[in-house]
Each structure stands twice: as C-alpha cells, then as structure tokens.
C-alpha cells in the first residue's frame, strides 16, 4: 500500500501540473522587497566620497573622518535670561566665549600692525552675541539647558558655526530683518539676542518646522517680546517673498535648504539620500537661487543678505551665489556686490576651521580639533 502511494505521488511530480492550484495559494518571489537596500546614510556616504574627493583632494580624508564622528557644538548665552550667571557658569566649565575673544582680538590689532584695516561692511558684526565653546581638542559636552529664575531657558546648544552667518549679517539697532528659511530656529533666535530688530519676520515653508520654531520661541524669548508685533512666524513660500514685500527689509539671512551633510551621514530620518528624494535632491541647486534671488529682491537698496548652507558642496554654495547675482543683472537690472570675509575669517580661526579657496564667502570645515561645520556663508550686498 505504501509502495502505492509513492508511486502516485511520483507521477503527480512528473506531470507538474499546477494550473489548477488556487490563485491564493500560488507563490511568486517578490524581487523588489528582496533585493538588499542601501540605508540613506550609506547613499549619502557614497556620493560624498565620489564628489568631494575631486572637490577638496588631500583634505578629504580628514573631512571624512571628521563628518562620521561626534559633532561639536556651543552653548548660545539667552540674554532673556540671567546671563551674567549664565555665563559665569559655562565659564566655570573652562569654555570660552568666542565671539567676545573675537572682538578682543580685533581690539588689538590696529596696535600690532598685523593686519590691514578691514572695510566697515565686512566686519560689521551683529551685537550681543556670547556663545561658549570648548578650546581646540577639548570634547567636553555641555550639559542639557535648564529652565532659569526668569522663566525661560538659559542657554541654546546649537553648532557654534551656526552661529557666523547671523554675525556676518552686521545688524545695527532697529534693522528690520528677514529669516526666509527659519526653522528649526537656532539662527532666529540669534538674531532675537542680538537686540536690534525692530521687527523680525520669520519664514519657513513646512508648518511642522514652524510649528518647532514657535516652540524654541516660546522656550527662550518672553512672552511680552513676542508680543509686541516684533516677531512674525509665517508658513509662506519664501520663493515669492521678492513679490509679497520686495524692497523691505535692511537685513536677510537666507539659510536654504540643502543636503545637510553631516545629518545626512548620521540619521536615516527625513535624510535627503532616500532614494524617493532623488530627484528632490538634484533640484536643490534650482531651489536655493531661487530662495537667494527673493531674498535679495526683498532687501532695501543699500541692505545686506547673508547666503548659508549646512553643505560642503560648491554647487550648493559659490555656484549658487554666483548663478543668482547674474540672474539679477539680466533679469531685473539689479546688482549685488559680494562683500570680502577675509578679515572676518581670520578673527575667528582659533575656533573653526576654514577652507582657503572658496571662489566667493567662506565655508568652515569639519576638523577632528574644531568638529563643527560644515558652514558655508556668504555676504552680499545689494546696490541697485
């Protein structure tokens, strides 16, 4: 009998009809969910080493290394809060307020003779800024901000290279300012700290990155300030800004969007390299010029604007700077000068890292002794 079945089950093999098997319960291998998928992180890490080898040569590889480890970041001193206290005990932690340590050493100079008297547009420096970061080599981490006496939030952790487009912006006393790319909110609330908006508008596209901005806003700045007509948070497309309110504004800082390089290589959340974002990600040079020409088209003949990236990449950075200043001259008969950082720069080299041979603005890189960055900028004034 058993012999009889085998024998049976052996002719049904042979014949390998299947066709009436049941649609339900037919299998067919799914290649497209089987085949291994590259994290974004990884994608990221790929196209840098691809492009950025050719772009930066033998500084790459220190680059790289920098990039992949931990990051570096400074406490921004909340002058709503108690800050002399505040500053007392960051000091105690053995930081040092880089910003004030600048102006020291700017102080100085005319005496030494070691460099030439720069002019005021490059140097005019936002006012009232202290941010505290550790000494060259030093990867202490400051701890978590706490809630002060005043009710606010006494310090901001922020990447202290964050925090050079805002002073490049030069802000004097009852600016009006522009913030088109403001969330998360780090550099708005720099401007807030520096005391001289007498009126702040604050722009993002996303309403959930607003809606964060709003957050931290509440955290560090008094309601009472908030208040008085001084900050705007909108939700607009800040690439019609130039048509909504063009000539407005002494000041802009147009921080765009780009391939955040450093959290491109760390987080797979909202990371740029997904492959669904691909053609997001090629498009990003078109978006930043156009981002860069309504911010111009929006500042005052005479005003200044401030272009920054998070991204090492020259086609993010100089090329955009350079595409947009033309695109105003043929388009709009308009023309912008870009205003030499040199001096700037070197004033604060003993904190960041820069890269010599930027074609326009400045651009810090990550270094294993300085790891903040990456940080381009570039300032720009418009004439016409």
Not at 45 to 65: A, C, E, H, K
Not at 155 to 165: E, R, T
Not at 222 to 229: A, F, G, L, M
Not at 338 to 366: A, N, W, Y
């Amino acid at each position: 009998m058993a012999a009889l079945v085998m024998r049976c089950v052996r002719d049904l093999l042979k014949q390998g009809d299947f066709a009436k098997v049941l649609r339900r319960h037919r299998h067919k291998k799914k290649w497209a969910t089987t085949e291994p998928k590259f994290p974004a992180t990884r994608l990221a890490l790929q196209n840098f080493d691809m492009t950025y080898d050719v772009q930066f040569g033998d500084l790459w590889p220190s680059i790289r290394v920098s990039l992949l480890s931990e990051q570096k970041y400074g406490a921004l001193v909340n002058n709503f809060a108690a800050c002399d206290r505040v500053s007392a005990e960051l000091e105690q932690l053995h930081a040092k307020d880089f910003v004030t340590k600048a102006h020291l050493h700017r102080e100085l100079e005319p005496e030494s003779g070691q460099m030439a008297a720069p002019s005021p547009a490059s140097w005019a420096c936002s006012p009232n800024l202290r941010c505290f970061t550790f000494t060259r080599g030093d990867v202490s981490r400051f701890p978590p901000a706490r809630l002060g006496s005043l009710g606010v939030m006494d310090y901001y952790l922020m990447d202290a290279a964050s925090l050079l487009p805002v002073l490049a912006l030069g802000l004097q006393p009852g600016d009006t300012v522009l913030d088109l790319c403001a969330a998360p909110g780090g550099k708005t609330l720099a401007l807030l700290q520096t005391g001289c908006c007498r009126n702040l508008a604050a722009n993002d596209l996303s309403t959930s990155r607003t809606s964060r901005l709003q957050k931290i806003l509440h955290s560090y700045v008094p309601k009472d300030i908030r208040d008085k007509s001084r900050v705007r948070v909108t939700s607009w497309d800040g690439r019609k800004w130039g048509e909504l309110e063009g000539d407005t504004y002494d000041r802009v800082l147009v921080d765009v969007p780009c391939t955040t390089d450093r959290h491109s290589l760390h987080e797979e959340e909202n990371n740029i390299f997904q492959r669904s974002r691909k053609k997001e990600r090629q498009t990003l040079p078109m978006l930043q010029v156009q981002l860069l020409a309504a911010g111009l088209l929006a500042t005052k003949p005479g005003g200044h604007v401030v272009y920054s990236t998070c991204s090492l990449s020259h086609l993010q950075n100089d090329y955009v700077v350079k595409g947009t200043i033309e695109l105003l001259a043929n388009q709009y008969s308009i023309e912008v000068r870009v205003e030499d950082l040199t001096h700037f720069r070197k004033l604060f080299m003993d904190t960041f890292s820069f890269f010599p041979s930027c074609q326009v603005g400045e651009l810090v890189i990550p270094n294993l002794m300085a790891n903040f960055g990456p940080m381009y900028f570039c300032k720009m004034c418009r004439l016409t």
